[in-house]
Every structure is written in C-alpha cells, then in structure tokens.
T-cell receptor, first 112, second 112 residues
Framework: EAQVTQNPRYLITVTGKKLTVTCSQN?????MSWYRQDPGLGLRQIYY???????DKGDVPEGYKVSRKEKRNFPLILESPSPNQTSLYFC???????????FGPGTRLLVL | GQNIDQPTEMTATEGAIVQINCTYQ??????LFWYQQHAGEAPTFLSY????GLEEKGRFSSFLSRSKGYSYLLLKELQMKDSASYLC?????????????FGKGTTLSVSS
C-alpha cells in the first residue's frame, strides 16, 4: 500500500531534550516536506527536500533540522525543543511528475 | 508576497449545496489545490486546477479563475461526513519542488 508513515504519532517531552520525528514513504517520491499546523495559522512549511542530500528551508525553519540521506526517509530533528514547538506535524511527499502531495498521519508533539 | 484567504467557518444542512471561496495572491501561480481534513487527521487531496474552468469529481467540483485570483470548491448533496476543514493551497513557481502555500482552512459544519 502506498503510504507516508511518521513516528511517533504522539510525543510529550520537556524543553531542551533532543528529539527526532521520522518520516518514510514507499512511493519512490523525490519531493518531501515537513509542515506544522497550529490553530488559526494553518499549515506552514518547515523544510523541504527535492531529492537525496538536497534540502532547503521553508517558511518556519527556526529550531528545526532535517536530513535526506536516503530517498525514502526525511527525519525532522528538534535539537533543543521549546514550548512554542508544541504543534501537529505532518510529513508529505510527491513524485516529480505528480501533482498530488501525500500526507503522513501526523505527529502531535507537546513540549513542556 | 503570497496570500491566501478563505472564510474561517461555514455551516450548512444535509442535502444542501455549499460553496467555499478562496482568493489568492502569488507571484508565480502554478496550480491550486483543495484538501479535506477531518479533525486530528491528515489532509486528503480533493482537487487540482491549473487552467481556468470547472473540474467536477462526483459530488465535489472546483473552479478556477486565474485572472481574478479566485477559486471555489462546490460540495453538493451534503452529508454529515462532509463536516471537516477544507484547505485551499497554491503552488508557486518561485518556490521550488513540493512547496505549497496553504490558506488557514474553512471549517464546514453540516447539520441534519
């Protein structure tokens, strides 16, 4: 089944404790993105990747890092999480010749 | 800059027709998308318009006017399960790869 998976789905952590949210897709897609969704603000892009080892900042990259060492995986790293990073995070992927983005199920993060 | 506007909330009754409007400003328009998102779930693709006109897909239709920077999503024969958030998103030539700019979403409540 074609899908985008994220782990963990839910996470409660404390300020400053490094964490990684994994994202994996099995559709051989070139493009991958991370978004955060907050009430009243909608979906905002954090980082995106156009292919292996090619990443760039989106609209709200501060406090986040990403890597794209393999085509299928695009982890989101919070080196020192802060409460303002409490949010719902979505990973998405798209093939270069496709129009539709496929979203993962989301990761709900609470930073205390 | 880029800006996408859509109403925050709408209400309708079962069996009715509802139109959700979206206006956008972007420097390099390259397609408009509508996504449906149920609370706490991932957005799912509904429609894509890149040329002017109406795209029909079952009970859902989407219209685009590029000269007016305007789109609408038309939902017919409303059902309770159509209660969700509807996200308008624009792809911009100036933003590489998978980048979509999302509106804040319209929450539609369908009552019996």
């Amino acid at each position: 089944e074609a899908q985008v998976t994220q782990n963990p789905r839910y996470l409660i952590t404390v300020t400053g404790k490094k964490l990684t949210v994994t994202c994996s897709q099995n559709m051989n897609h070139e493009y991958m993105s991370w978004y955060r969704q907050d009430p009243g603000l909608g979906l905002r892009q954090i980082y995106y990747s156009m292919n292996v080892e090619v990443t760039d900042k989106g609209d709200v990259p501060e406090g986040y890092k990403v890597s794209r060492k393999e085509k299928r995986n695009f982890p989101l790293i919070l080196e020192s999480p802060s409460p303002n990073q409490t949010s719902l995070y979505f990973c998405a992927s798209r093939g270069v010749n496709q129009e539709t983005q496929y979203f993962g199920p989301g990761t709900r993060l609470l930073v205390l | 800059g880029q800006n996408i506007d859509q109403p925050t909330e709408m209400t309708a009754t079962e069996g009715a027709i509802v139109q959700i409007n979206c206006t956008y400003q972007t420097s390099g328009f390259n397609g408009l998308f509508w996504y449906q998102q149920h609370a706490g779930e991932a957005p799912t693709f509904l429609s894509y318009n890149v040329l002017d006109g109406l795209e029909e897909k079952g009970r859902f239709s989407s219209f685009l006017s590029r000269s007016k920077g305007y789109s609408y999503l038309l939902l017919k024969e409303l059902q309770m399960k159509d209660s969700a958030s509807y996200l308008c998103a624009v792809r911009d030539h100036g933003r590489a790869g998978t980048a979509l700019i999302f509106g804040k979403g319209t929450t539609l409540s369908v009552s019996s």
